[in-house]
């Protein structure tokens, strides 16, 4: 069974796009976290989420708890924005974390 | 700005062998965490650590996977029998506390066992 599920799972888009991203749990969580892979392999936290909605730049995250999803956007894409995406929820003991597939985008100058 | 460092980066050992995956977490962070991820698929949830022991493990976490704090700043993975299908990259995280709060991931040890 999959406690976090991700789409799309793969995306190719042209420079300047806006992107969008979703995420959906089932799980009980505490907080939502976006983090982007690289392809070779480090795993950077973008943002931590437990309501509302965050800014960075020109990536936004936003969360709806009572729908159980959250999407994170991206702005006036760029080729640096490749990378896998993975939506990641922590549980509500606080001591696990579940993972989703990610979203593997490509953006093309 | 302070990060999660892991050592080796890669590691090739024979089945069989004993492995000793190593992270030094963030200083100032109390709860440490292991995951996997098998060449293609997700990140998988191994183990998460505070005060001193186990707080939370998943099923891929069984006899041959154990988890120490053996000085203060180390935090270790050790395998003690590996499996072919052990094969994988290995993160280790850490944050300030559990649940709400922001995990910083280390750099990853790819483990290929043959």
């Known amino acids: 069974k999959n406690e976090v599920e991700q789409s799309p799972q793969n995306l190719t888009a042209q420079e300047g796009e806006f992107i969008t991203i979703n995420c959906s749990y089932s799980?009980?969580?505490?907080?939502l976290h976006w983090l982007q892979q690289h392809p070779g392999g480090g795993i950077v936290s973008l943002f931590m989420l437990s309501s509302g909605k965050k800014k960075h730049g020109r990536l936004i995250a936003t969360i709806n708890i009572q729908e159980k999803h959250s999407s994170l956007h991206i702005t006036a894409s760029h080729p640096r924005d490749s990378a896998v995406y993975i939506c990641a929820v922590t549980s509500n003991t606080g001591n696990q974390f579940y993972f989703g597939t990610g979203t593997s985008l490509t953006v093309i100058p | 700005e302070p990060e999660v460092t892991q050592t080796p980066s890669h590691q090739v050992t024979q089945m069989g062998q004993e492995v000793i995956l190593r992270c030094v977490p963030i200083?100032?962070?109390?709860?440490f965490y292991w995951y996997r991820q098998i060449l293609g698929q997700k990140v998988e949830f191994l183990v998460s650590?505070?005060?001193?022991?186990?707080?939370?493990k998943s099923e891929i976490f069984d006899d041959q996977f154990s988890v120490e704090r053996p000085d203060g700043s180390n935090f270790t993975l050790k395998i003690r029998s590996t499996k072919l299908e052990d094969s994988a990259m290995y993160f280790c995280?850490?944050?300030?506390?559990?649940?709400?709060?922001?995990?910083?991931f280390g750099q990853g040890t790819r483990l290929t066992v043959v």
């Open positions: 200083s100032n962070h109390l709860y």
């Open positions: 650590f505070y005060n001193n022991e186990i707080s939370e």
């Open positions: 799980v009980g969580i505490s907080a």
């Open positions: 995280a850490s944050s300030q506390e559990a649940g709400n709060t922001e995990a910083f």
